[in-house]
Each structure stands twice: as structure tokens, then as C-alpha cells.
T-cell receptor, first 117, second 115 residues
Framework: NAGVTQTPKFQVLKTGQSMTLQCAQDMNHEYMSWYRQDPGMGLRLIHYSVGAGITDQGEVPNGYNVSRSTTEDFPLRLLSAAPSQTSVYFC????????????????FGPGTRLTVL | GNSVTQMEGPVTLSEEAFLTINCTYTATGYPSLFWYVQYPGEGLQLLLKATKADDKGSNKGFEATYRKETTSFHLEKGSVQVSDSAVYFCALSNAGGTSYGKLTFGQGTILTVHP
């Protein structure tokens, strides 16, 4: 299993450009999520999905869109990049809590380092 | 809402020293608690977890005990190695129902171990 994969590893954008960060998992996990990591702030949840066709907002959703057309893929779209979106982005997946899995271990991808100039 | 507070870093230790990283939390209900570790240039990986009060999670010589009375989940290791240098994150999840285990993270603690 490849686990959780993310592309690209690094990206530089100019203010106002758009782009899509890709995330895929091969563990048949129901739950997928996007976090951003900023110095001194830990990881903050951007958007999450509990299954194909179902997405919801996390703590910091503004400026980002997501969709979940398949179980495997969960892309994150930046509509009009801003310098405040300079960050490291992590995708994660886990089994859902339906079926009695109380401890939801999340598996993280290697991250995408995004710089917006 | 949920929140996690970790001790401020960075923490610098000599090899074979004792490590404690404090973590306290605020949450409704009965959360699950986690420690994740991030090695340089990598994503996060689960280090250990505990799902109910008085549970002890352990892995690779690290331990943490879920203390509901003090709302704490402090990470300890008796003898650190240079290879333990990393960023450590405490996190909680209110699993169950329809919450689907969304994680709330602390701010992270940078650990550097010198030979």
C-alpha cells in the first residue's frame, strides 16, 4: 500500500493564481481531511469528508474548496491564492467511527509546501 | 469547544536524558487522546494513543497516561536518543456518533536531542 500520497511536494504561486493540491489514499478509508500547518499553531482543519459526495467545513475553510467524487481522492482547490495561504498542507485519512472504531488513527501524507508571493 | 495546550518549546536535551512534554486538554464528553510525531521533512505519524481514562499508551519507549481528573496526557520517555529529535503534537478526537474523529491539535513541541 502507498498509504496517503500528495502532489506536488512544493509549489510557488503568485497572488491571485489558482491551483489544486492532490491527495489520494489506497486504504479504502471513509474519512479524509485537509489540514494546514503554520509555525506555533499546530495543525488546523480546513475541510473534511466522511465519504464520497459528502464534504464539510473545518476550522479555517475560507479560500479553499473541496470535492469528493471517489473514495480514493480528495483534492483541495485554492481559488485565488493569497500570501496568507502560505503554509504546509497535509492530507489525512482514517476509518470512520461507524462500525465501532472509537480511536480514529489518522494517516497523514508527506505534505505540500506552498508559497504564495 | 475542544482545545489542546502543550508546553512551550523548543526542548533541548542531551542523549539519555529524561523527557516530559506536558499536554492538557478541554473537551466535552470522553475524547480519545493521541501523540503524533513529525520527523524533519515528513508528515505526521501516530506515536501512541489512549481511548479512555487511566489508559496508558506506549510505543518506542514513549508513554502517556490518560488522566481525566487533571485533563492531561503528558508524554514521557526515560532515555532519549538523537533519533527522537522531531516535533511532537498532542491531539484529541471526540470519536463516536457522527463526529468522525476530527482531530484537534496542540501547537507542537520541537525536541532536539544532542549527543
Amino acid at each position: 500500500n502507498a498509504g496517503v500520497t500528495q502532489t506536488p511536494k512544493f509549489q510557488v504561486l503568485k497572488t491571485g493564481q489558482s491551483m489544486t493540491l492532490q491527495c489520494a489514499q489506497d486504504m479504502n478509508h471513509e474519512y479524509m481531511s485537509w489540514y494546514r500547518q503554520d509555525p506555533g499553531m499546530g495543525l488546523r482543519l480546513i475541510h473534511y469528508s466522511v465519504g464520497a459526495g459528502i464534504t464539510d467545513q473545518g476550522e479555517v475553510p475560507n479560500g479553499y474548496n473541496v470535492s469528493r467524487s471517489t473514495t480514493e481522492d480528495f483534492p483541495l482547490r485554492l481559488l485565488s491564492a493569497a500570501p496568507s495561504q502560505t503554509s504546509v498542507y497535509f492530507c489525512a485519512s482514517s476509518r470512520g467511527t461507524s462500525g465501532g472504531y472509537r480511536a480514529d488513527t489518522q494517516y497523514f501524507g508527506p505534505g505540500t509546501r506552498l508559497t504564495v508571493l | 469547544g475542544n482545545s489542546v495546550t502543550q508546553m512551550e518549546g523548543p526542548v533541548t536535551l542531551s542523549e539519555e536524558a529524561f523527557l516530559t512534554i506536558n499536554c492538557t486538554y478541554t473537551a466535552t464528553g470522553y475524547p480519545s487522546l493521541f501523540w503524533y510525531v513529525q520527523y524533519p521533512g515528513e508528515g505526521l505519524q501516530l506515536l501512541l494513543k489512549a481511548t479512555k481514562a487511566d489508559d496508558k499508551g506506549s510505543n518506542k519507549g514513549f508513554e502517556a497516561t490518560y488522566r481525566k481528573e487533571t485533563t492531561s496526557f503528558h508524554l514521557e520517555k526515560g532515555s532519549v536518543q538523537v533519533s527522537d529529535s522531531a516535533v511532537y503534537f498532542c491531539a484529541l478526537s471526540n470519536a463516536g456518533g457522527t463526529s468522525y474523529g476530527k482531530l484537534t491539535f496542540g501547537q507542537g513541541t520541537i525536541l532536539t536531542v544532542h549527543p
